[in-house]
């Protein structure tokens, strides 16, 4: 499989459809296949990738950080997921968001919209809370997925809240250090050597190199709840085992089994799209293609990062890429589903 595999990235290499990949597939606890392909950098020369490159991990943040502190919450009986948003944010509790609780953030059926350019107008994290609190909803609460960032900027802020410490400081001692991700964190400070380029920046005229490509995140001080994370194959490795193992690394309890397993529970059968708290489930047109079980799980981000669980057969897929420093950035909505094809046509 491992030649199969490597062959079909570069090919898509080859098409300029992606610079470069990491790739790391696990079964049954076995590692499989742990491998770099391609390009970090395309220009102003090829880098190559290594296997130790630093990737921004776009909306895979919501699953490690926002999703993964949530549950921990819900273990520490700090909240439950019928709490009204309001109780945190009274500021909330208008334009029809009163019925809004936490189960519908996670699940991306707030009805809020599902981004907003605050950036543009320069707004710190405080005062993008503001305008999401003032925030009129664009669906019925509850009837309808629209992916939000919106919501877990929301929850992060919320998270603040409730541990009474900075969200990226919550992460860094519950789920980073416990979990050995000694390369993964928001605002990394490593050479640009170590990063997998994203898209080309104006303002820097440069490429981003360690800086969030989301950019309400930069704007946000580059520490939010629904994009930026940095992170290394080889931690995501580990957060992956984690979960694969009931909410447990190495003997240390991260997320108790029960609310991992609640997690994966499809909460929205009145949509189309499968949705757990935080994880996508499978339904149709997902990232990780046609022949994983209706029991997979898992998420993607907008750079080119994804991650997915085929529990039936205790197999999990982590695919890391920089699609947006591509030619053809719309090319990874064929190329996931297709390789997780082509891994699941070989168990």
């Known amino acids: 499989m491992k030649e199969e595999v490597i062959r079909f990235l570069q090919k898509e290499i080859d098409l300029e459809n992606i610079p470069g990949a990491a790739i790391y597939i696990s079964h049954k606890g076995t590692s499989i296949l742990e491998e770099v392909v391609g390009y970090r950098a395309l220009a102003p020369k090829k880098e190559p990738m290594q296997i130790d490159t630093v990737f921004d991990l776009a909306s895979l943040t919501k699953i490690v950080t926002t999703m993964t502190a949530s549950l921990q919450l819900l273990d520490k009986g700090e909240i439950r997921l019928d709490d009204p948003v309001s109780y945190f944010f009274p500021e909330f509790n208008e334009n029809g968001k009163e019925e809004v609780r936490i ?50 900027i929301l929850l992060a802020s919320l998270i603040e ?54 950019d309400n995140a930069e704007s946000m001080g580059g520490v939010s709840g629904h994009a930026g994370l940095f992170s290394t194959l080889k931690d995501l490795t580990n957060y992956a085992q984690m979960i694969e ?91 996931r589903p297709r390789l997780h094809n082509l891994i699941r046509a070989q168990f």
């Open 103 to 152: 189960r519908h953030l996670l699940t991306h059926t707030s009805g809020l919209p599902a981004h907003r350019p605050f950036y543009e107008e320069g707004l710190t994290t405080e005062q993008m809370i503001k305008k999401i609190c003032a925030e009129e909803l664009e669906n019925p609460v509850g009837q309808k997925v629209v992916y939000s960032d919106l919501g877990f």
């Open 245 to 335: 193992n009931g909410g447990s690394f190495r003997g240390k309890k991260i997320i108790s089994t029960v609310a991992l397993d609640l997690s994966k529970r499809n909460f929205t059968p009145v949509d189309e799209e499968g949705r757990g708290l935080g994880w996508q489930i499978h339904s149709p047109r997902l990232s990780c293609g046609d022949l994983f079980s209706y029991t997979s799980y898992g998420h993607t981000g907008y750079t080119g990062t994804s991650m997915w669980f085929d529990p039936e057969i205790q197999l999990h897929v982590i695919l890391l890429t920089n699609r947006v420093h591509a030619k053809n950035q719309q090319a990874i909505l064929r190329l």
């Open 161 to 214: 809240k409730v541990v009474e410490i900075p969200f990226d400081e919550y992460v860094s001692k519950e789920i980073l250090t416990p979990l050995e991700m000694h390369e993964t964190g928001f605002n990394p400070t490593y050479s640009r050597t170590r990063f997998a380029a994203t898209e080309f920046s104006e303002k820097l005229n440069d490429f981003k190199y360690g800086i969030v490509h989301d």
